[in-house]
């Protein structure tokens, strides 16, 4: 299979069906969704090395998989994402506090999935894979005219879960497209040895509708996205994508990538960079206005502030949050545990 | 009188025809009615959107099952056999478990997982497990088991009912077995799913117990009956939580108490149900608590289960030795 | 994909190199081993009713994929089977005893399965899969001749650990034949409610080759297994055949099988039976002597009179038996749970 | 001196060195040496045949390993975190626990599952659970855990060398700690693997632990000392099978006992020990046998593990609690 690309690295822009409607205002929005995104990332990112974050899993390089796909679908479309998927959560409304919280520790997650029809990162992975098509499936049984989306990597793959619902999704004919972020590595493992036939053949042999596109170039990402939900949506049965980019950064800030891939790779990819790409674009077109150009970078400034003092301003929760949520109706010897911890620890107050 | 799969079935009806949310899935729970007949004639009355026959895939039925309680329905999942679960054991211990309390809250994912259990049916390998306490031990999960036709019917109603994700426990060799079941939610036969239930009162020893073993207890208390031993019963009927309050108080009274179940004793629930008593009952146990359960083996051949499973004779030898202190 | 077939129903053979070997011999000892195994079958299946199994999955209608799977390895090659794989169990030299002693109840396992070179029967669905992948593992790093052919059904591949195992073979090269006996159910659930898309679709998907043949066509089914075991031999990679039969009986002597397929269906593929398509060939060639037949009956019946014999002469186990092998090396406190139970029985003694 | 990781790395690095049937397999265990660097280097040495990166599949990883095993080979695989042995709990649970008694001794299956585990490192959810009292549960399996670098690497040296399958536990916030490692298998201070260590003596009260919790009932038994109360502290080490005689011996002793875990206490394994001491010190017993573990919740985020783990004043409350009674 091709790999579907719109707009070559050097900027260039095909002459496609797919690309007729682009435009400068649909590029210029979707390279500040871009921008913001890898700034909030890069934020993230320090704000860990100061101790600020427990974690952080970086979307740095993956932007344009996760704001093409999530700009292509309808905002009362349901996503299930993973967990790296900042960009696409940016997109949905998802604010720096919610998005933060979860890697500070301060709480499990961060945003309410109902608000944003974005569900919470899912950290085992590919479990949330299943959780998409039973959602589907209730989609179906509401005949709603919604698809729903979920993301996962390359190495989740290989998961018997992903399986399982690649095989239930297409049983069903249930309306949920599958994206995978296709980005070279599950921690240190390359997908050479992840698996021996690229998943979007596998997942034809699956019966699932199949599309492979270069994940670096949002034009072509969001009119994949955009032909496969409307199939999905038509009653086609389900879809999956698989957008082939890269992770830019370790796998987390408690990685150090250089143990086990080359300089040589990440300088490749590094040509190759989503937002670079589009910027030429713009510029080329004469889409990048000064105007537009200088507001984002106010813009992103002013995020990267905010993104700092929010993160900073989350206080340690109470003890009490930890026994708040285990079910949804308290049972008596919860309600115990929880009066006697606080009966205990108000013991050492004096 | 109605046998315990029966009930079962009527309780599923009842959520049916009461709740257009409700949906029963699993293997073979449609056209064949369940390998236990339990959801005989619901895929006939109901469609094959509500009685839905997945592909053979136990994480995908509790994956799935989590996704439709997002978007609102109340799954009740049917695991075929209790040695098939774990494949599903990532979607419950990790997902539903925990998903009300990721999300702060702001999700209640009210599954219903049903799973047969237990040994006395001469079944092969894996299909005779006593596996309650993997899942008792799981926060955020609760844990009922239906011993009578009345709980099979009335508990599991409770369960599709709860917001809360239940395992519900089926011992399969008393699923034709015949009870009352009543007619009404008021009836003061039907209890609140987390109540422990004394179904013989005694006063010289307290049986605790649940599932397969309650009978097995009635029968032991009913033979002790006749050496002028008087022993109480008591079904712990929920799992998760245990209705610690009623156990404590029954045993305060006897002084006496002997765990029977039919796991391994060996991290077992029973060790719960014996360490919580031997705490709170430290001052009016006049000997200790004794666990009866099976063997620290894997379930045997069937020909061995009469060996593996407490019987009477070794319910009432523990009696003898508590008895006995 | 076209369903591979070397003798019609009819029982005529096709005009096709795959044939070539075939002569007399050849199809008078196919024919011997999917009579006898059709024999036991219906024995075993007698005893049951009687009360002298517990329960008994029948093997009636899939002979010939099972047969000529297995005579197309070889001795030295490994199997992992599945459940119903009496047929495949006798050509190795699995006896009637150790065949029945699992479904008698009086032990979980019948034979050895290192002097069969067969795996002890997996009851839970698919869990056999990864094991025969890891045992190609050791094979490979064994630098050995050999060849690990593992049977499943068309349910078993929904599950997550098949779909992790055909990844995980070609990822890993190891030399494994997947083998399916798509019999057309699993339990009360159809093919059509199990998967959207065939499975050797699927497989391919994965980059395992793959072949449809005809379960039911003894000498395809020989013929596809030899090609793609050979090929698996010369490090070509992972294979999987799917093998179309059908389950004549219920799913198990538990099982009521008219509550959920048609009269019509079974009466179809009652015309397509293994034995009698390959007895058509015989008759056709004049293979079938009097000598052979005559004989062969003769031994199905002795073999039917000892299945009976060995199956009532089974003594019930001790209880000791069911503590002797928790682990390898018994532990304190095991043997003292088992010295307990011993005396405890012991005191029941007068 | 060499800290938990350090230790281990060692005791890999001996099997893979002793035996060539040994090998280590995992998620990036291999040219990143893992995600706490304890397979660091092995790779290198010995080469992607034996120190084999998987792909992201825990069943098939514990699945792959028993078909190794029954070639002879000696699996010792890594699960990345304890949240993430779920999806291999199938083939844990109902194939390598079982598949010696299945076949009736014929099959040995000596497979090692290394997990790191429990909290205190602050990382997000998953990544911090206690979950042993799941395989103790399981019959068949051997489950180990090692406190010390000391156990780190001979009791997984032994666990290795085991012919039965082996759970083996390394709690994750002791992997930077040091501690001395014996240099030979015969020196006095490298214990059988299912014998109970006692780490400090002490007279008045046992504290039985394990895991993550040796260090803080040392550091309560130390703050103790200076109240002039003599706490003994015992590592179980072995949590199944249980050093019973031992642990009943210690506590007869000193006629109080407190289990201390991380685990949730409903249900743990704490419960099995309190129950067992509660059986057989029946009239040694001054006091109940109290539990210290984590609360029946989920684990919490990171900045709640405080509230969550017992910690040296939780320790020394249940203390004040068995003394004052
Ligand atoms: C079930 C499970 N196993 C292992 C892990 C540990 N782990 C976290 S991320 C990761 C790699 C994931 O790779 P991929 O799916 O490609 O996603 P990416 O990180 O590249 O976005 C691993 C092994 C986990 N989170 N869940
Ligand atoms: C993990 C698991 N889930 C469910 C079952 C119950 N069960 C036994 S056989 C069967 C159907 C199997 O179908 P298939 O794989 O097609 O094999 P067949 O019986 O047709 O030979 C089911 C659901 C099981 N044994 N294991
Ligand atoms: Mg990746
Ligand atoms: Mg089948």
């Known amino acids: 299979m091709e790999t579907f690309q719109l707009v070559s690295p050097e900027g260039v822009l095909a002459d496609d069906p797919a690309a007729a409607d682009v435009d400068g205002d649909l590029c210029r929005g979707l390279y500040r969704d871009m921008v913001l995104a890898r700034r909030l990332d890069a934020e993230a990112y320090s704000l860990q090395r100061q101790g600020e974050l427990g974690l952080w899993l970086q979307s740095w390089g993956q932007e344009a998989a996760q704001v093409g796909s999530i700009r292509a679908i309808r905002d009362t479309d349901w996503v299930f994402p993973s967990y790296r998927d900042h960009a696409a959560a940016m997109c949905r409304g998802i604010g720096p506090e919610e998005l933060l919280a979860q890697w500070r520790g301060v709480r499990q997650s961060g945003w309410d999935p109902a608000r944003h029809r974005f569900h919470l990162y899912t950290l085992v992975l590919a479990a949330q894979l299943p959780h998409a098509v039973g959602y589907a499936m209730g989609v179906q049984r509401d005949g709603a005219d919604e698809v729903v989306m979920t993301y996962f990597g390359d190495g989740s793959s290989s998961e018997g879960e992903a399986n399982e619902a690649f095989n239930w999704a297409v049983t069903m004919a249930a309306p949920v497209l599958f994206f995978c972020q296709n980005n070279g590595w599950a921690i240190s493992t390359p997908t050479s040895a992840q698996y021996g036939a690229p998943l979007h053949r596998r997942a034809a042999g699956f019966g699932l509708a199949t599309q492979l596109v270069d994940g670096n170039d949002v034009l072509a990402v969001r009119a994949a996205t955009a032909r496969a939900a409307a199939a999905v949506r038509a009653g086609e049965g389900p879809a999956l994508i698989e957008a082939v980019t890269y992770r830019m950064a370790g796998h987390s800030t408690s990685d150090d990538p250089t143990r086990y891939r080359s300089g040589a790779e990440l300088d490749h990819w590094a040509t190759l960079d989503p937002l670079e790409r589009l910027r030429r674009l713009l510029d080329d077109r004469g889409w990048a206005t000064p105007g537009f150009v200088e507001e984002l970078e106010t813009e992103a400034t002013e995020l990267a502030a905010e993104v700092r003092r929010v993160c900073r301003a989350m206080p340690d929760p109470d003890a009490d949050a930890m026994f708040a949520h285990t079910l949804a109706v308290e049972t008596r010897s919860q309600a115990a545990e929880r009066a006697g911890y606080a009966a205990y620890t108000a013991s050492f107050v004096d | ?325």
Chains 1, 3 share one sequence.
């Open chain 2, 1 to 325: 009188m109605l046998t315990l799969s029966q009930a079962i079935n009527r309780a599923l009806r009842h959520g049916l025809e009461s709740d257009p949310k409700v949906l029963v899935m699993g293997q073979d729970v449609g056209r064949s009615g369940g390998v236990f007949r339990v959801t005989d004639g619901l895929q006939k009355d109901f469609g094959a959107d509500r009685v839905v026959d997945t592909p053979l895939a136990e994480a995908g039925i509790v994956g799935t099952a989590i996704g439709l309680a997002m978007r609102g329905y109340r799954p009740v999942c049917e695991i075929q056999f209790d040695g098939f679960v774990y494949p599903a054991f990532n979607q419950i211990t990790s997902q539903l478990a925990k998903l009300h309390a990721r999300s702060g809250g702001r999700i209640t994912v009210p599954v219903v997982v049903r799973i047969p259990v237990s040994g006395g049916i001469g079944a092969v390998e894996h299909h005779s497990e006593s596996n309650e306490a993997y899942f008792a031990h799981t926060a955020g999960l609760r844990v009922m088991v239906a011993a009578t036709p009345q709980d099979g019917h009335w508990m599991l109603r409770q369960a599709i009912e709860s917001d809360d994700p239940v395992i519900f426990f089926e011992p399969k060799c008393r699923y034709w077995s015949k009870g009352e079941v009543a007619e009404t939610a008021d009836d003061p036969l039907v209890l609140p799913a987390e109540v422990a239930r004394t179904v013989r009162p005694g006063t010289d020893v307290t049986l605790l117990t649940w599932g397969s073993m309650v009978e097995t207890c009635l029968a032991a208390a009913a033979a002790a009956d006749g050496e002028g031993r008087s022993l109480e019963v008591v079904d712990l009927r929920s799992l998760s939580p245990i209705d610690t309050d009623a156990l404590v108080a029954a045993v305060a009274r006897t002084g006496r108490a002997v765990v029977v179940h039919e796991a391994p004793t060996f991290g077992g629930l029973g060790s719960e149900v014996a360490a919580m008593l031997s705490e709170r009952c430290f001052t009016s146990l006049e000997s200790p608590v004794l666990r009866v359960g099976g063997f620290n083996v894997p379930y045997p051949a069937a020909r061995l289960e009469g060996h593996y499973r407490p019987d009477l004779d070794r319910v009432l030898d523990a009696v003898d030795r508590v008895l006995a202190w």
